[in-house]
């Protein structure tokens, strides 16, 4: 069954560094989303994005974030000058479609270390 | 705002018992997810039920909603071991094109 993937699974950072998530939707899934789990609490969104650009996103997903597509198979997650608080697990789901029966496909995971 | 709460948030039964996990939410929605996670894997999709079904079935397990109660529940039937994992349900919001998770159950099924 296909799946999404996602790399690294672990990324340990150094305070203030800069760091790319990676994350390889099924092939011909069209939504793709980030989310984000601190170590014991809940998962929480970050970005939605269709068609080439952010469909939507939430309060946590300021400035330091972005995300990207820059080819057909990748769909990559920046956080520039890291904080401490972004240590957390980096979730990327895709969806067939947006129609209501569609579930989101999840990967693995990158955990995130900030030291 | 919260959504999908989930209780109880921490549930242990024996090997063969069945589970029972209720999720509450607080919008409307278009559907309702529950997802599984191991310990520090991703998530898996179990089960999806739209906005206008209120129970569904998949191998060992029973969804239902009552969206008049804005509720859900998860029954898990002659559990196993393997069974052991949290319980998260997530919301598909109307007019959102975001899941918004609980915080899950985290079920301990005792051999």
């Known amino acids: 069954e296909p799946e999404v993937t996602q790399t690294p699974s672990h990324q340990v950072t150094q305070m203030g560094q800069e760091v790319i998530l990676r994350c390889v939707p099924i092939?011909?899934?069209?939504?793709f989303y980030w989310y984000r789990q601190i170590l014991g609490q809940k998962v929480e969104f970050l970005v939605s994005f269709y068609n080439n650009e952010i469909s939507e996103k939430s309060e946590i997903f300021d400035d330091q974030f972005s995300v990207e597509r820059p080819d057909g198979s990748n769909f990559t997650l920046k956080i520039r000058s890291t904080k401490l608080e972004d240590s957390a697990m980096y979730f990327c789901a895709s969806r067939l479609t947006g129609a209501y029966n569609q579930p989101q496909h999840f990967g693995d995971g990158t955990r995130l270390s900030i030291l | 705002s919260q959504q999908g709460e989930e209780d109880p948030q921490a549930l242990s039964i024996q090997e063969g018992e069945n589970a029972t996990m209720n999720c509450s939410y607080k919008?409307?929605?278009?559907?309702l997810q529950w997802y599984r996670q191991n310990s520090g894997r991703g998530l898996v999709h179990l089960i999806l039920i739209r906005s206008n079904e209120r129970e569904k079935h998949s191998g060992r397990l029973r969804v239902t909603l009552d969206t008049s109660k804005k509720s859900s529940s998860l029954l898990i039937t002659a559990s196993r071991a393997a069974d052991t994992a949290s319980y998260f349900c997530?919301?598909?919001?109307?007019?959102?094109?975001?899941?918004?998770f609980g915080a899950g159950t985290r079920l301990t099924v005792k051999p």
């Open positions: 092939s011909n899934h069209l939504y």
């Open positions: 919008t409307s929605i278009n559907n």
């Open positions: 997530a919301t598909d919001e109307v007019n959102n094109n975001d899941m918004r």
